[in-house]
């Protein structure tokens, strides 16, 4: 039987990629996974070997023996398997195959990706809602968008749009909330799995230390927002997130003042390779898109003079 039946693929990736960069924290966001996903997936893989591939330690992961060889092998052999799919050779100038976050792509990209496509009617371009950080040296994948601190030392990486964050919440829910300190009033919708993006935002207003309440907790960004929507709750909304639904208004942010997180939104790409004239066409785009999205009339008070 092939030994490679014994394991998931993706428990190898979370391995490998643990492995090379030494933390929990530093591999999910290399995945673009939560960091409790990458734990799964590691023990899953330790189940399914039989043997334990890291020691946790105050330090982080360290491998054990048996791990460190194993270790070897898998880098090779993903090296290995993206040089040979790498033999396809280039995509033709008509198809673009982008992966996406399924928040950003739902929530921003999809809506406004005819004014990209509509003068070009031979591009076959494809969305592939994804929170794996992508193959981008021999896969399918053409080009990536991701969430992050950045840039990361084996990719192309050009930032789009530093991220903000404040909150928002439905009109009504918003009529209670006078001054910042009141949101330990209301409740706080929050995203399970997500890092704490409110630390920065209560810093900035001088609430380092509030104690916020708990209203129901969702699995990604665009629940949360459906929530705020519904009047569930206050949430901690970003400009790409939050732009279509305090235009419309849907929810609106109580407070002026935005805080950054110390991420932002990249433009992924290859570094073993030049980027296409339609990548090119395409990061151009997104970096204009994005830019406009934040001279729009609902962020105009909110984020002040830039």
């Not at 030494?22 to 966001?29: P, Q």
Request: one cysteine or more.
């Amino acid at each position: 039987m092939d030994p490679l039946s014994r394991v998931h693929l993706n428990g190898l990736r979370a391995v490998e990629a643990a492995g090379r960069l030494g933390s929990l924290a530093r591999a999910a966001e290399a995945l673009n996974v939560s960091v409790g996903a990458v734990s799964q997936q590691i023990l899953k893989t330790e189940k399914q070997l039989g043997r334990t591939l890291f020691r946790r330690t105050p330090r982080g992961l360290e491998p054990t023996p048996f791990g460190a060889e194993v270790l070897t092998h898998l880098t090779d052999g993903f090296h290995a398997l993206s040089r040979a799919v790498a033999l396809a050779g280039p995509a033709p100038e008509t198809c673009l195959t982008v992966s996406v976050p399924p928040v950003l792509a739902g929530r921003w990209l999809v809506p406004r990706l005819s004014a990209f496509t509509a003068d070009r009617p031979d591009l076959s371009i494809r969305i592939d809602a994804a929170l794996a950080f992508a193959d981008l040296d021999g896969g399918e994948i053409d080009v990536a968008l991701r969430w992050g601190e950045g840039p990361w030392p084996d990719v192309r990486a050009d930032r789009l749009l530093v991220q903000q964050v404040f909150p928002i919440c439905a009109p009504a829910l918003a009529a209670r909330l006078r001054w910042p300190q009141d949101l330990a009033t209301v409740p706080v919708i929050r995203d399970h799995g997500s890092v704490d993006l409110w630390t920065p935002w209560l810093a900035r207003h001088g609430l380092e230390g509030t104690a916020l309440r708990y209203g129901p907790i969702y699995s990604d960004g665009s629940l949360c927002l459906d929530a705020a929507i519904a009047g569930q709750g206050v949430m901690l909304g970003w400009q790409t997130l939050a732009y279509d639904a305090l235009r419309d208004g849907r929810v609106v942010a109580p407070f002026a003042g935005t805080a950054p997180t110390g991420r932002s939104y990249w433009f992924i790409s290859s570094r073993g390779r030049p980027l296409r004239p339609v990548e090119i066409a395409f990061r151009d785009w997104l970096a204009r898109e994005m830019a406009s999205t934040l001279d729009g009339p609902p962020f105009a008070a909110l984020l002040g003079p830039r």
